[in-house]
């Protein structure tokens, strides 16, 4: 399985770990069984491209955007992670509810990110482009593992969530490899429940057009 293979780049700038959730066994297990009940099937999908995996939601559960008590309550996935939730999980599960629930959606859309392995410095939350070492470092893991993972059965569209240096740097990455002929943008969701909560009716809008759109290029 991809999850048990991966492995972080080596040689990461000084202070910078990586948040790896898959060598962990009950992580390896929750993913297995999520991947079977949503994607046991031959159905190609669009991807939907975070930037890295954060410390409190797949840097727990390993499945991407997806807090335990999301994985709990709107997976159906019973786990023993301890009960918190994620500001990005919180989003992305209010608009998946209102799109139909997690079988209509992950029928079309697959979760992942630009880097499936997280990272973190000074016990924060660190991106992979958030500076021109770390960039370089992590491209060909990031260049390498979106190609396996497309082959999955990844539709020509994909969206990223992050609409500035992800999508500049994604843009980039894009251009020089050509992952996705189609490649729509919209807020990250973390941003909009620090920043934007009060306006998240409208956000919520916004992103059911955006991947109503996607869905057309299909």
Same mark, same amino acid.
């Given at each position: 399985m991809f999850y048990e293979?991966?492995?972080a780049p080596h040689n990461l700038p000084y202070g910078v770990e990586?948040?790896?959730p898959y060598k962990?066994? @009950?992580v390896r297990d929750n993913i297995k069984v999520f991947l079977n009940k949503f994607f046991c099937d031959t159905q190609k999908r669009i991807f939907v491209l975070g930037i890295n995996p954060g410390r409190f939601g797949s840097g727990i559960t390993g499945v991407p955007f997806t807090d335990p008590i999301a994985l709990e309550k709107f997976c159906g996935i019973d786990n023993a992670f301890v009960k918190k939730r994620?500001?990005?999980s919180e989003l992305m599960?209010?608009?998946?509810n209102e799109w139909g629930g997690s079988r209509v959606f992950y029928s079309n859309f697959f979760l992942s990110a630009v880097s499936p392995i997280g990272f973190i410095r000074d016990g924060v939350n660190y991106n992979y482009y958030d500076d021109k070492d770390m960039l370089e470092i992590t491209k060909p893991f990031i260049v390498s593992t979106l190609q396996q993972q497309r082959?999955?059965?990844a539709r @020509?569209?994909?969206i990223l969530l992050g609409i500035g240096k992800n999508q500049k740097k994604f843009t980039e990455l894009n251009r020089e490899f050509g992952f996705f002929n189609h490649v729509f943008a919209i807020e990250h969701p973390r941003f909009i429940m620090q920043y934007q909560r009060k306006?998240?009716?409208e956000y919520i809008k916004k992103y059911h057009n955006v991947f109503s759109q996607a869905l057309e290029t299909c």
């Open positions: 293979g991966l492995y990586a948040v790896h962990q066994a @009950d994620e500001l990005s599960y209010t608009f998946i082959s999955f059965g @020509d569209t994909a306006n998240l009716k």
